[in-house]
């Protein structure tokens, strides 16, 4: 096994060359995610304790408007049962947040969440919300568009994660806090 480095257009790539005429194999560089998550492991092994907030995360905890998440679900088409199953998950997560917020890596894991889910929610949902489309299809779309991309990316990303283990229903819990705060709406409030 020999390791091999090209230097072509400025550009450096490893790459291992296993036995004769063997194509070779590049390595991956870890991304910042699985850097965070890596920390994150590191961080809570060692019990090393971040004291405050970043400022990342505290826009996210911000809450923005008056209207709660209920009501927010309520004029979304949400039924009563829906808008009580919401809560619960989002208020599970709310548990994990505060359980973790006292490491460094958690919290910015988490603002980087919270950023990709708004953004996703606003660039695939919101059109949708503001064109009248049903609960229904907009629920969908919240799975394949917010929810699916989250879990693909903490489950590769975080594949050795032992300290967040975010699931599908963390996941709508984040979605949920965020429309607690007044980050999401579930109806076009500017029609009203």
């Known amino acids: 096994m020999s390791q091999n480095v090209n ?10 060359n296993i036995g004769e005429n063997k194509a070779p194999i590049y390595l991956a560089k870890q991304t910042r995610f699985a850097k965070r998550f ?9 019990d090393e304790r971040y004291e405050g907030i970043m400022e990342s995360l505290k826009y996210y905890l911000t809450s923005r408007d008056g209207i709660d998440m209920p009501t ?3 004029d979304g088409g949400f039924s009563q049962r829906e808008i009580l199953e919401a809560t619960r998950k989002k208020e599970r997560y709310a548990k994990k947040l505060e359980l973790n917020r006292f490491f460094e890596s958690a919290q ?6 919270f950023g990709k889910i708004k953004m996703d929610f606003e660039a695939f949902v919101l059109p949708l919300v503001n064109r009248g489309a049903s609960k229904d299809d907009i629920l969908k779309e919240v799975v394949l568009k917010v929810v699916q991309p989250i879990l693909d ?3 590769i990303e975080g594949e050795n994660d032992e ?3 975010y699931n599908a229903d963390d996941v709508f819990g984040m979605v949920y806090y965020l429309t607690g705060q007044c ?4 109806k076009d409030y500017d029609s009203i």
């Open 153 to 155: 990316l903490i489950n």
């Open 7 to 16: 230097n072509e257009d400025n550009k450096i790539n490893n790459q291992l």
């Open 183 to 186: 980050h999401l709406n579930w």
């Open 163 to 165: 300290v967040l283990n």
């Open 72 to 74: 927010k679900l309520q």
């Open 38 to 46: 890596e920390k994150l492991n590191n961080e809570v092994a060692s």
């Open 108 to 113: 910015w894991i988490d603002s980087q969440l």
